[in-house]
């Protein structure tokens, strides 16, 4: 199964300022531990204030990316955004994470968990390739909590 990646509109909005890093947010140990299942080294990218690291196991991917904004995010634009660039995705409310947050389901390749904390700092953790929404969904969470903790 491919695994699936969409970077929304969200990451257009960016300063030069500087943010903790995906991979020291949530661990190549935090990912293990959260799916059950064994993943290689977190493999870092850098651009600018948006930070990724990708996780790899077997026929999945676990991506987390952290960025700060430089402005208010306007998240009717970006949930269109998301809307239109995976139509077959389902939108729910994420109310166990302490900061507005929304899992986007998508079918037959798992759920991406993003993440708005206050006006500066956004987080998505995509969980695709491990199994169904209803599967992952706690991992994308639990992985969430700890890149908040952290941040």
């Known amino acids: 199964m491919p695994v699936l990646f969409f970077a929304p509109l969200l990451f257009a ?3 030069a300022g500087t ?12 990912v293990r531990q959260a799916l059950g299942h064994p993943v290689s080294k977190g493999a870092p990218s850098r651009e ?3 930070s990724t690291c990708d996780y790899d196991g077997g026929s999945g ?18 949930v269109a955004s998301l809307k239109a660039g995976i139509p077959e995705g389902a939108l729910r409310e994420a109310p166990g994470i302490p900061a507005r947050a929304f899992f986007l ?5 798992g759920t991406q968990l993003y993440v708005i904390c206050g006006d500066t700092d956004f987080i998505l953790v995509s969980v695709l390739g491990f199994g ?9 969470e639990s992985l969430a909590r700890k ?5």
Do not use: K
């Open 13 to 15: 909005v960016t300063s």
């Open 19 to 30: 943010a903790p890093t995906a991979c020291s947010l949530v661990t190549t140990a935090d």
């Open 48 to 50: 600018g204030s948006q």
């Open 61 to 78: 991917q676990v991506t987390v990316t952290v960025q700060r904004l430089t402005a208010p995010l306007d998240l009717r634009a970006e």
């Open 105 to 109: 389901d998508i079918p037959g390749a």
């Open 132 to 140: 169904e929404a209803a599967q992952v969904s706690a991992a994308a």
């Open 147 to 151: 890149a908040l903790a952290r941040l």
